[in-house]
């Protein structure tokens, strides 16, 4: 038994190093554009923050969803973000996958590329659409009486930079239409479902973003068009995004995706020559039946007539 712990334990290790080589090599070629995707990350937090000093507490609007769903209430609001919380985390895990389990199908710096890009196109028009709009916040937080329903003039500008995180972010008004739960929440299941090799884990997620539309508004943390917003806006940018990107390396095939050393190009390329010098590309394309007439080599696709270039016709 300790045996076989140990054999296993060597092979994880192994496989842990050899994937933290690759992706070191592929988080040199692309860390400008996660660099960027994170920076755009705190740019819509700052928006957010931003949108807060604008906030002005009155009427709850009319809404179809709050007369449908029942009030879960200040002690009960935690439900949305547990399950929320449980989404993200569960997707992060899922993306660092390759660097311990066999079967992979993504590379983590790539995935995490690709979903940087979905979300600051999301939350690019986020930002244009709150800052169109100010609609008086449905929150407990937000609302009259309430004294983070509006924020006082900073006093300077380093207080606005540096947004009060994660108060800032968890008790803030004004940033409505659409919900930043959901761009998460829809981004993390589309890139799942793309990507994913679990059929039953592919449904189970479209039913949770389900179910997290529901609490949230349940939850009184937006109002019903934020969600539906969220829903046709998301999938589009992911759509539109997702078929200008280009499409990820395919692991399935096993093809080693770091560049070859010089001692391994040297001996491929003599390896091409000794080929070539027999006559043999080397292509499996190339590897057909030719049959040699008056000098001339027909390919399989010539060799319909041998008789006639006999003849000289």
Not at 21 to 34: D, F, P, V
Not at 207 to 218: E, M, T
Request: proline residues 4%; positive net charge.
């Amino acid at each position: 038994m300790t045996l076989y712990i140990g054999r296993e334990a060597s092979k994880l290790w192994k496989r842990v190093c050899a994937e933290t080589t690759t992706e070191i090599y592929l988080l040199a070629e692309n860390w400008k554009y996660l660099l960027a995707g994170l920076i755009l990350q705190y740019v819509h937090g700052l928006a957010a923050r931003g949108v807060h000093y604008l906030h002005r507490p009155g009427p709850i609007l009319q809404d179809v969803g709050f007369f449908l769903l029942p009030e879960l209430g200040q002690d009960k609001a935690y439900i949305s973000e547990t399950l929320f919380t449980f989404i993200f985390l569960s997707f992060v895990l899922w993306t660092f996958h390759p660097f311990i389990l066999k079967s992979k199908k993504i590379y983590t710096v790539l995935i995490w590329c690709r979903v940087l890009a979905f979300l600051v196109g999301s939350q690019f028009l986020r930002i244009i659409t709150f800052y169109s709009t100010q609609l008086p916040g449905p929150n407990y937080h937000c609302r009259e009486g309430s004294k983070l329903a509006t924020l006082p003039r900073p006093d300077s500008v380093v207080e606005v930079l540096l947004i009060n995180f994660p108060r800032g972010i968890v008790y803030g008004c004004g940033d409505l239409i659409f919900s930043s739960h959901m761009i998460f929440t829809l981004v993390f299941v589309r890139s799942y479902q793309k990507y994913g090799s679990r059929r039953f884990i592919k449904q189970l997620a479209w039913l949770l973003a389900v179910v997290q539309s529901f609490l949230i508004v349940a939850s009184r943390k937006h109002y019903t068009v934020d969600v539906v917003v969220a829903w046709y806006t998301v999938n589009l940018v992911v759509f539109f995004i997702d078929k200008k990107l280009p499409e990820l390396p395919d692991r399935t095939s096993g093809a080693a995706l770091l560049p070859l050393n010089t001692k391994d190009k040297d001996s491929r390329t003599k390896e091409e020559n000794h080929k070539l010098s027999n006559g043999n590309s080397g292509d499996p394309a190339d590897w057909r039946q030719r049959t040699q007439v008056n000098g001339k080599t027909l390919e399989d696709g010539n060799t319909g007539h041998p008789d006639t270039a006999m003849n000289g016709v």
